[in-house]
């Protein structure tokens, strides 16, 4: 026979792929520790970053070829016009033929020029951290004049300064800024970054809009784990929409579910106890007699041990949560373990209302008071409720139960004695029926060791 399983594909690096693997993994982990958690937070990060990388590398290419073309092309006119009156000067020496060229200068070229009686150029003047006109403006003299020069572009904001070195004289030009440069690129980016806030702020309120059906069906199924209420309608996308109708309709088949479980216990809680009720009054026609005495013993132990089935396996369903003081529900439990003769002592701390179904929670820390009753003398109650979870441990001084064997206990109707003596113990559903509901409460039920020596059940339930 052939066998046509599908089967598992392995894949192998080379040797000399692990280093970088190995280094990319780490750089991943880093990274994923760096970016938010939240949906909200990612999806702006999602719609920011593009808009922001796009809107950079538009910034850098207008800069660099738009910005940067147009200013050394108007240096390049600039440079060209002072070359004009270099050239013309060179031709006509003197300070008395120079007049006519300063005239020329200032109605033709639109700077103003003068001769300096000087043959020295002032030090080099302190040069900004980024100015595209020094560079287009050094490039395009060193280029079409070949003259020693000296420029100034901080001086005056609003012209700049060249100097030339001639054979017998220096040639002074200051010429407006915008003639030699392209200064309408602060309006450009003013109208990107003013577009790119408008756009952030629209952004940051329609995903807000969307993110809060999500957020509003966690909180519902979230509550509806800690067996809660939950009122909610679908909102937000077609595909939150989807997800709240399939989690509605999870909620309506769970809840249906515990539903029909309960009428059907009910039913059979109904028939039994009839039957229970015929044989008390058998029994009470009988004669009183040894056999008499233990068959009512025996009816007495099935109708225990029937309300102990039918609550384990009913779980208080449709009990209402509600806020419970939490401190005086333990008090009260305090006071029923000392009545039986047992020394407790309690701690609560935090803020002592909690949001629980009182009746079922309270049967939850009983169950745990009570098997520490069984197997102890002394019981320490210690109760933390903070932000986020309700914390209660009940520690015993008993024998305690081994590490290997604690999770078994909490399966229904396991006992840790063998012989499965009913004078000797319970039913064997008192922790299971504690767990389940913790769990319905969202939380869960731990067994380790107490302080005291023996056994510690810790409850913790969100809150």
């Not at 070359?83 to 005239?103: Q, T």
């Not at 384990?312 to 333990?330: N, S």
């Not at 319905?440 to 107490?450: N, P, Q, V, Y």
Request: charged letters at 25%; hydrophobic letters at 45%; aromatic letters at 8%.
């Amino acid at each position: 026979m052939t066998d046509h399983a599908p089967r598992k594909t392995t894949i192998f690096f080379p040797a000399y792929l692990e280093g970088p693997r190995t280094i990319w993994r780490a750089f991943a982990r880093k990274l994923a520790e760096l970016l938010p958690k939240g949906l909200y937070a990612r999806a702006l990060l999602i719609v920011i970053v593009p808009m922001v990388i796009l809107q950079s590398v538009i910034a850098y290419f207008f800069m660099e070829r738009h910005w940067q073309t147009v200013t050394y092309r108007l240096s390049a006119a600039v440079v060209h016009d002072i070359g004009a009156i270099v050239d013309l000067y060179a031709a006509h020496p003197g300070a008395a033929n120079f007049a006519p060229l300063r005239a020329l200068a200032a109605e033709r070229f639109g700077f103003d020029a003068e001769i300096l009686p000087t043959l020295d150029l002032p030090p080099p003047a302190p040069k900004p951290f980024f100015s595209l006109l020094d560079s287009a403006l050094s490039r395009e003299i060193s280029t079409q004049i070949r003259k020693p020069y000296w420029i100034d572009t901080v001086g005056k904001s609003s012209f700049v300064e060249i100097r030339i070195l001639l054979d017998d004289a220096v040639l002074r030009v200051i010429a407006r800024r915008n003639s030699a440069y392209a200064s309408n690129s602060e309006i450009f980016i003013l109208w990107m970054v003013g577009t790119s806030l408008v756009l952030i702020g629209l952004a940051i309120a329609f995903l807000r809009n969307q993110i809060r059906p999500i957020l509003r069906l966690a909180v519902a199924a979230q509550d509806f784990g800690k067996g809660r209420d939950v009122e909610f309608r679908p909102q937000g996308a077609r595909e939150v929409r989807q997800a709240t109708y399939a989690f509605a309709e999870m909620k309506r088949r769970i809840e249906r579910a515990i539903e029909q479980r309960t009428t059907m216990l009910n039913g059979v809680s109904h028939d039994l106890r009839t039957i229970l009720t015929r044989f008390k009054l058998s029994l009470a026609l009988m004669e009183d007699g040894v056999e008499s005495e233990a068959l009512r013993k025996d009816v007495d132990e099935m109708q225990r041990m029937l309300e102990a089935y039918l609550s384990f396996a009913r779980g208080d369903a449709g009990e209402p949560a509600a806020p419970t003081d939490m401190h005086a529900m333990l008090e009260d439990i305090k006071a029923d373990a000392e009545r039986h003769g047992h020394a407790t002592m309690l701690q609560f701390r935090g803020e002592p209302v909690v949001t629980v179904r009182a009746d079922a929670f309270k049967r939850c820390v009983s169950n745990l008071v009570a098997n520490a009753q069984r197997h102890g003398n002394q019981i320490e109650i210690d109760a933390i409720r903070d932000n986020r979870f309700l914390t209660i441990h009940v520690d015993d001084d008993g024998p305690g139960i081994p590490p290997a064997r604690r999770e078994d206990v909490f399966r229904p109707f396991f006992r840790l004695d063998e012989a499965r003596n009913q004078d000797e113990g319970g039913t064997g559903l008192g922790l299971a029926i504690a767990r389940d509901i913790a769990r319905s409460h969202g939380g869960d039920i731990l067994l380790g060791e107490a302080h005291i020596g023996g056994l510690r059940a810790t409850i913790r339930v969100p809150v």
